[in-house]
């Protein structure tokens, strides 16, 4: 009797009690010099391998916290509600779904804006969801498939499309290529290369603009290096 007790107690308690935290690191570089620029610690909450919320921290080649994000997903994992903000200078960028679709907003130099970026052109990606998105499309990129996608971008506080393309597949690895949908204005910034575990799926590298900004608030670009334990 007391064991049923037990196990009914156990079925009432919420999901979230069940769910796990997995903890990966990241490191930026420089692309001219290799020095190191800044330090990411991801935990990402997970129910039955599927995940709930995440929490970024970016720490400087010193240590010093600078910026911090939070994501929650949504029952569709390749778009997340997020919040990066920058404790250098009080910058903040946030997507959050609404029962209307999303708003985007932007803090910087103490001024706030939003907008309803209305809707994408093509499947909605934002944020941490990139990696879910990939994951989603993994056969497809496999079989050299070029796929579309709309990426929100808060800075901007629009969707921006991009296409996702298949460069390299080895015993070991998947790497792509996030580039701009429109080829015409392609050139206006550099693709963005991603290399994949091919057993595990996961992020190994990143190479391009990064969503933080060095000391004169420009967007760095640099090559991260991620661990998993």
């Known amino acids: 009797m007391k064991i049923i007790k037990c196990l009914s107690v156990l079925l009432l308690l919420p999901v979230t009690l069940w769910a796990e935290n997995r903890v990966f690191t990241g490191e930026a570089r420089s692309l001219s010099d290799g020095r ?3 330090r990411e610690t991801h935990t990402l909450q997970l129910d039955s391998d599927r995940p709930i919320s995440g929490v970024v921290e970016y720490h400087d080649a010193e240590g010093v916290l600078i910026a911090r994000k939070t994501n929650q997903y949504h029952e569709r994992l390749a778009t997340t509600d997020f919040v990066l903000m920058d404790m250098r200078n009080d910058y903040r960028e946030q997507a959050q779904q609404t029962e209307s679709g999303w708003r985007l907003s932007q803090t910087e130099n103490g001024k706030s804006t939003s907008a309803d970026p209305g809707q994408p052109e093509h499947q909605p990606v934002v944020d941490a969801g990139f990696d879910e998105f990939v994951r989603e499309h993994w056969q497809a990129l496999l079989d050299d498939q070029t796929i579309f996608f709309s990426f929100a971008v808060p800075a901007r506080l629009e969707w921006i499309s ?3 393309i298949p460069v390299r597949v080895t015993d070991t690895e998947l790497t792509v290529e996030m580039k701009l949908r429109s080829r015409m204005l392609a050139w206006l910034l550099d693709p ?3 290399t994949y575990d091919l057993k595990t799926r ?3 590298r990143y190479r391009g603009l990064t969503n933080i900004q060095d000391e004169n608030g420009k967007g ?4 991260i290096t991620y661990h998993y334990d």
């Open 162 to 164: 991009f296409r996702l």
């Open 36 to 38: 190191l620029l800044y």
């Open 220 to 223: 760095i670009h640099a090559e």
């Open 202 to 204: 996961q992020l190994l």
């Open 192 to 194: 963005i290369i991603l």
